[in-house]
Structure formats: C-alpha cells, structure tokens
C-alpha cells in the first residue's frame, strides 16, 4: 500500500510532533484522532504498548512513540493525542494507537521531494523510515508504519522484552 | 432471463430444503390408515411448490419427479387411495431423494438418476395399482406402468455411468500431477449403513480433497441389480489417492465420523514413487464391472444423464390423465397439475404460516455490536445525568431511565435474534432413530422436550454431529433387541429421550435411554488389559466413565466385538469442548444411560466476577470460580519459604497473586485484605488473591488478536459500562504461568 502511494506521486500525509521532531504518516491510514483517555494495561506486554482502549467495540492496542523512540517520557494530559491507524500485517488488517504529543497539519507531499534517510550505521535505527521531505522550514520524517508496527505486537516479532506493563506506568 | 431467475436459486433451495424438512416431520407424523387431511395437504404443498419452483428454474429432473409424488399425494389427499406403510416409506424415501437431487442441481453436479427414476417407477407402480384396484378402467391405468417401466430400462442402464462421474469427476480434476510430493493410498470400504448413519462420502472426500491432490475410483463390484437396490444401503467401495505432505492425523480426521461405519486402510506411500497413481487407476478397472470403464470422459457423463430425465418424463406424462380419468368429475376438477404454471407456487411459498425474513450473519453481528456500543453510551449519559443538577436535571434524568430501559430491551431482542430454537436440530432425530430402529429390529420410541429452548446459530450447528452420536449409540449399543428386553422384564419398545432445557445461564441438553447401561466391569477388564488401568487400581463410577473418553479405547472394544458404548466419543467430547461445554454419563447397568451435554447459550457471551486488582478490573468467568473465600493469615502455610499453600476442603491449594504475575501495583498485598477466589482450569484448582469482588454480570468477549496477539492467561476483553476495557482472565492459560513463573523462581 505505501509503495502503491509512492508510485502515485502525489500524497496526503498526517504530521505530529514528537519531542522535537515531526513526524508524517500517510493519511489513508488514519482512522480516527482522539484524546488521550486512560488504558487497560496488557499484562507481559512490552514496555512502549500502554494497554488496550475500546474503540468503537474493538479492543485497540496503544503504543507510546516517545518509548519507541526512545525520547523521554511525557506526561500524558488531557491534550496528548491519539492517532489510531491501521496497518498490514502477516496476520491482516490491524487497528492500533500511537500516543503523540500533537497532531500539527495534513500536507501535500510530492514524491520527488521525498529524500531517502541517511545510513546511520544501523539498519533498525531506518528501517521504519521511508524518507525524508522538507515542509516550510523543517524536517519531517516519513513513517512506515507497516514495518514500524510490524516489531511492536506479539506474534509479529520475537521481542524478549517481557518487562511488567507496571513499569510503564 | 436465466440471470434474472439465476438471483433466485439460492432462496428457491432454501425454501425447498425447508419445505422438505417439513414434509418429512408431517410424514413421520401420518397415522397408517387414518391420516389426518390437513398433514397429507401440507404434504402436497411441499411437493407442488416445489414442482412450481423447480419448473420455473428449469430444473427438469426435479420437477418430473415432484409431478409423478405429486399425483400420487393428489390421490391420498382425495381419498381415493388409503396410505399404507409402504407408502409413507416410499414417501419418506422420495424426501430423501428430492434432498439429494436438490442439493446436486445446486452444487451443479450430475443428479443421481439410478435412485430417482427406481423411486420414480416404485412411485407410478402405486399409483397405477391403486387406480385400478378403484375400478377404473384397466387399460389406461396399466399403459403409464409399461410406459415407466420401459423409461426404467434406459434409466438403468445410464445410471450406474452416472455414478462413477462423481468419482471420475474428481480424478478429472485431482490427477495426474505426477509430482514427487508423499501420497496417501486409501481404501475405503464403507459398510452398508453407512449412508444411513448420516455419513456423506461426497463430504469425506471433498474434506480430504482440500488437502492435497485427491484422486477417487469407485469399485461398483458389490451393487446389485437395480430392482433390488436398497437406496438406503451403500454398495460401493472406494480406491483414494491423495498426494499430500499432511500427517496422518489430517487424513484420519476426514473419516472421524465415517471410521465406525467402513473398513478403512490408510497407508503412505513414499514420495518419488510417482507411478502410483496409476498403478492404482488400472486396478480398479479390473475390478470393475463392465460400465466402469472408469475414465468416461467427464463431459459425457452429464449428457448421458440428461438423457434419462427424458425418457422419464415421457413416461409421467401419462399417469397423470390416468390419475384423472379413474377419478369422478369433481376429482378431475381439483388441481390436476399444471406443469406451466409456474407462479402460483410461488406465491403460496411466500404466503406460508412462518412468516420470516432471511439475513445474513454479518448483518445482524453489526447490529449486535452497534447496540452494544448504544449501551455503553447510554451508561455514560447516566453517569453524566446523575452529576447534573437544576431544574430540568430531574426531567433529563427520568428521560435517561426510560432511555436505559429501552436499552436494555433492544439489546435483549437483538441477541435473540441470533437465537435459534434447538428444534433445528433435533428435527433430524424422528427419521434417524426410525430408520435405524427398522434396520437394527429394535423398537425404539422417541422423545422429544424442549425442542424450543433457544441457543445462539453457531452453537446450534455445532451440537448436532455430536448429538447424532450419541444418540446414535443410544439405539446401536444402548437399547436392546425386543427379546432381550422382554426377558429382563422391560417393554419391549425402547425408549431414547431427548430433552433440551435452561440451566442457569446453560442450556443442558439430555440424551437418556432405557437400555442395558454401561457395562462397567467389562469397561474396566478392558482398560486392565490394555494397561491403562492397574489391576488392583479401585475406580469410582465417575473414573470408569472416563474411560470411555479416551482416544481408541472404544475402536478396541468394536473390533472385540464387546458391547459397549465409547465409539467416537473422544471426538464427541473434544466438539462440546470446543464449545465451551462439558458432557457427564451418568449410567447404571441393565436400567439404562443418560448423557448430559452442558452448553452456554452463545459464545459470545459469559458470565463473569469482576474483580479489581490495584487500578485494574477483571473479569473472571464464573464456570471457573469454585468459591471465595477471605483467609487469615494463620491458615496460610510456606512451603519452603517460597510458594504460599492453604487448605482448602482437605486439599492444598497455592496462592496465586494475581497483581504479581501481571505486574500491577495493588491496593491490597496483605492476604487478609483482600479475597481469596477458588479457581480451577484444565482440572487444577488455585486461589486467585485478588484486592476485592465487584459483581457478577454478563459481558461481551471480544478479540484480543484481533488487533494485538494472544496474551498468556488472558482469554480476552471486554467493554465495561463505563466504556473502558476488562481483561477476561482465561483461569487453565493462568494456572500455566503461574507455574511457570514458580519454576523461574
């Protein structure tokens, strides 16, 4: 899907901010942005996945993206977002939530602008980053969140990382 | 014009099978000699809209067998013929028959002609008989018999071609690959009964088709000649080779239900040994009598079918003026059957006494869900409602009341929407123990309670091949011949009960018999001798039961030809298992059995404690709660300095923190400040130590892999009225880390 859109040329792309950077993700995958509203933990679950939230009657799984990104963690408040998305998976079709600290615009994003992410000595560090695009003055790091989800969720990879959702919080 | 008819086959077999299901019960219900006139003309509606509908489609075959039922029924309904035993079997028979033509026009396969025009024939043959016998002129009611019987000959000789079509049908498009992948050889020699036991070998083979490439030879050796067919019995043996890398396990699974009723050899042949398929082909022509020559071309096949519908149906057209000049002149003017006339059954289709609609499962899983997600609204509006204060405060939260209300009973009526009566399925029953009581010469006596006790579609579906077991065993193993009966002081007719009723959020669904019981010292001796039981091992009832259940220890009983319950019943109890359910025996020798199949009424749906651990709720599922219970500290006992135990009614049970093993800051960390929950799962008990009970009710489960992945102890979610989500703790999943977790420790 994301390679269909980049052969398309043109695209609509979500930014959000993280710490200081922004951050885009196409816009055909959002589902839904709402307030932060507080999760049910999952018990053995990584360190970034919160827990779970009813949406809609569907039980969606939130991930922290300052923990993925391993940026400080933020308070959450009644301003702090969630973006819900979905991605493909081996399994199919998933629904999932990313806690950011703002959602900021929609852009017009033309492919050519697109630049590809600098090798920075290790492939996990950009796997997940699809390019790189300047939008006025800044920088705005391209997600795919096909390959950045695709470690997150148990049965999608084999993450150790079985530390109490207690620490999270 | 064929694709705007083409939108209406699926709901004209709907109704047709419906129908017929109909028609069989007001068969079984017809009183030899004096029958009721309303159920005979129930009858003939089936059978003449049928026709209509069939007519209408095009389906020829099926309308002129309908035409030939439908002037046999014409006579019983006028009176003119009384009904006999033979004729209600052949009546019986012929629902049999327009099943299985109607579910081969659907499938768009070759219709098994060789059942259909012997039927066809038997039918005329009555009709004709009863015409004359009723003085009527002797001439024309003897010309459609020489006219059937001619049709017959044709029809015979088509018919076994037919046959094999299905077999080369699948070799067609199954052979041939040549490829190196292992193949299964199997021989299937299915026994007689097997088709009346219920089996399908259409259904094994395409089961086993979708493993790998199937190729299937029928050996027609064992059929006899047409006028002595049985259409009940199987005559027909089968050659399978299946290229497949599937285990064993996969290729036995096909047969679980069949494997009582048939021979069954399966053996692997080794990969690279690609000559094998037709090193099997040949030999099965060798076998086979001289139609057999078994690559017909497919595309022959169905012509050579069609042909015999033809010739048939010239033959029908003719008793049908016979019918109506052995009758009086207001007989004759009763609805002698139009064939054209295509629309008026339809509308009396429509116009039945049921008047329902049909939807599709997704439509009303949607409804389900939105309702669901109205309720928790709803609950939020009433949380905000109490909050309010002012003057239409009071106004807003009595509109809120009658809001919950309506509530609650829109979401109690969408459930129920899903809800079918258990009759769907017991309906089968009547004509199976009949059959099956005059095959085996038991009288056998059926009864039926409860029929209308409601459970949720996808359980319905899934009971039934159980149920058929055992109630199938009931008669086979279960009740004895009359004679014996007799001499042990009982009637002579036995008795099978069925009964279906609400047990407490439960449906118990009962299958007792009057029989000889469990013979529990040969069960016993069995499992001595094969080393499952020690010899001097004392056994409770209920232990002894449980042999029953174990994998292979009823195939072993068969072939020892010692009487006794226990065929297939691991696969009876691993389907109600699979539900959710439980099955009890409860027996007593010489008096007779009663199996006890525990279901919840959906799988959507169960009933849960809420507990709360620190900031967190679960839900625990009440089927695995055995108690709760508040301990002091006295009666908690270390066992070397780790695991805590106490003692619950004589056993030790160990405590397991639930706020430990999910990591959770509790409220509670001393044990007496909060409860202890008895908890068992996969037959091991624990104490749950949780911080305090919230309430019992019921909740919705929904996926937790949907979106995120299996959670070790967790079974999954639900939405609590506050909108947030419950974890539904999965008590064997928990048991299992917790030992774990010990261990690690």
């Avoid at chain 2, 409601?454 to 009359?482: C, F, Q, W, Y």
Wanted: negative net charge; aromatic residues 4%.
């Amino acid at each position: 899907m994301t390679n269909d859109s980049i052969k398309s040329g043109l695209q609509q792309v979500l930014t959000f901010v993280l710490g200081s950077e922004t951050y885009g993700v196409d816009i055909l995958r959002v589902q839904e942005i709402r307030g932060w509203s507080s999760v049910t933990k999952i018990p053995h679950a990584p360190a970034h996945v919160l827990g779970v939230l009813n949406l809609r009657g569907s039980i969606v799984p939130i991930v922290d993206m300052r923990m993925q990104f391993n940026l400080e963690r933020a308070e959450y408040t009644a301003v702090t977002v969630i973006i819900v998305l979905s991605v493909q998976s081996r399994k199919g079709k998933r629904d999932f939530g990313v806690v950011v600290d703002g959602v900021s615009d929609v852009v017009n994003v033309d492919d050519s602008q697109v630049k590809a992410a600098p090798d920075l000595g290790s492939r996990e560090a950009t796997e997940h980053i699809r390019g790189l695009m300047p939008v006025a003055d800044r920088m705005v790091v391209l997600l795919d969140i096909d390959k950045l989800i695709a470690g997150q969720l148990p049965n999608t990879s084999d993450s150790e990382d079985q530390a109490p959702a207690a620490a999270a919080a | 014009m064929d694709l705007d008819l083409a939108q209406f086959h699926s709901s004209f077999f709907e109704e047709s099978f419906e129908a017929l299901d109909g028609m069989e019960a007001a068969l079984l219900g017809l009183d030899v000699g004096a029958p009721d006139p309303e159920r005979v003309n129930s009858i003939f509606r089936v059978a003449h809209s049928i026709k209509g509908g069939a007519g209408m489609f095009g389906f020829k075959d099926v309308a002129s067998f309908t035409h030939t039922l439908e002037t046999l029924l014409d006579e019983l309904r006028s009176g003119r013929m009384a009904v006999t035993r033979d004729i209600s079997d052949k009546l019986l028979l012929s629902v049999d028959v327009m099943r299985a033509m109607l579910t081969s026009v659907q499938r768009k396969e070759p219709v098994d002609m060789q059942k259909v025009a012997d039927l066809q024939f038997d039918l005329e043959m009555i009709v004709a008989q009863g015409a004359g016998g009723t003085a009527a002129p002797a001439a024309p009611a003897t010309a459609p018999a020489t006219a059937a019987a001619a049709s017959s000959a044709p029809a015979a000789a088509t018919a076994p071609a037919a046959q094999p079509a299905v077999g080369n049908g699948a070799a067609a498009t199954g052979a041939n690959g040549g490829s190196n992948a292992a193949r299964w050889a199997i021989e299937f020699r299915a026994l007689p009964e097997l088709l009346l036991r219920g089996n399908d070998p259409i259904a094994i083979f395409s089961s086993l088709a979708e493993l790998g490439k199937l190729t299937v030879v029928a050996n027609m050796q064992a059929v006899p000649r047409l006028r002595s067919i049985d259409a009940e019995r199987c005559y027909l043996t089968w050659t399978l080779d299946l290229e497949s890398d599937c285990a064993r396990d996969q290729v036995d699974a096909a047969f679980e239900w069949a494997a009582v009723d048939c021979e069954l050899t399966i053996k692997r042949v080794e990969a690279g040994a690609s000559s094998a398929p037709s090193a099997v082909a040949p030999a099965a022509v060798v076998e086979a009598p001289v139609v057999a020559a078994p690559p017909v071309p497919v595309a022959a096949a169905p012509q050579v079918v069609e042909a015999a519908p033809k010739s048939v149906e010239a033959a029908v057209a003719s008793p049908a003026p016979a019918a109506a000049s052995a009758s009086t002149a207001p007989a004759a003017a009763a609805p002698s059957p139009k064939p054209a006339d295509a629309k008026e059954p339809a509308k009396a289709a429509g116009g039945g006494e049921h008047s329902s609609i049909r939807v599709s499962i997704e439509k009303i899983d949607e409804l389900i869900n939105t309702v669901g997600e109205l309720v928790i609204t709803q609950a939020m509006l009433s949380e905000l409602g109490r909050k309010l204060d002012g003057s239409v405060a009071e106004q807003f939260r009595s509109g809120l009341n009658q809001l919950e209300r309506n509530m609650r009973e829109l979401q109690e009526s969408v459930m129920r929407v899903r809800m079918l009566p258990i009759s769907f399925t017991f309906s089968r029953f009547p004509r199976m123990v009949r059959d099956l009581a005059q095959r085996l010469g038991k009288q056998i006596e059926l009864k039926m309670t409860g029929e209308q006790t409601e459970l949720d579609k996808t359980v319905l579906e899934k009971i039934g091949d159980p149920l058929v077991h055992l109630v199938r065993n009931s008669i086979d193993h279960g009740i004895e011949a009359p004679d014996v009966r007799v001499k042990a002081g009982k009637s002579p007719t036995g008795i099978v009960h069925l009964d279906a009723c609400h047990r407490g959020g439960h449906i118990a669904v009962e299958i007792r018999d009057d029989g000889n019981g469990l013979d529990k010292s040969r069960i016993l001796a069995k499992a001595r001798s094969r080393g499952l039981v020690g010899q001097n091992d004392v056994l409770t009832d209920e232990q002894v039961h449980e042999l029953i259940f174990m994998p292979g220890f009823s195939t072993a009983e068969k072939t020892t030809d010692v009487s006794g319950r226990g065929v297939g019943m691991d696969v009876v109890r691993r389907n109600v298992k699979e539900l959710g359910g439980k099955i009890e025996i409860a027996s007593e020798l010489g008096k007779g059995s009663r199996f006890i199949i525990t279901l919840p009424l959906t799988l959507a749906i169960v009933d849960g404690q809420s507990v709360s651990v620190g900031s967190e709720t679960y839900i625990v599922p009440l089927t695995s709660i055995v108690e709760s219970l508040q301990l002091q500290p006295q009666s908690v006992n270390r066992l070397s300095g780790r695991g805590e135990v106490f003692s619950f009614r004589g056993d030790y049970l160990p405590i397991v923190r639930l706020h430990e093993l999910f990591g959770i800051e509790p409220r509670a960390t001393a044990l007496h400040e909060g409860l202890i929950v008895v908890a068992e799962g996969d037959g091991r008990r624990i104490g749950l130590f949780v911080d305090e009970l919230l309430g019992q009710q019921q909740v919705v489960i929904k996926s937790m892999e949907a979106n995120y992945g299996p959670v070790d102890g967790v079974a999954g979610a639900t939405i609590l009225g506050d909108g947030s989500v419950a974890l539904i703790l999965d008590l064997s999943g928990l048991i299992r880390v917790a030992a774990g977790t010990a261990r690690a420790a």
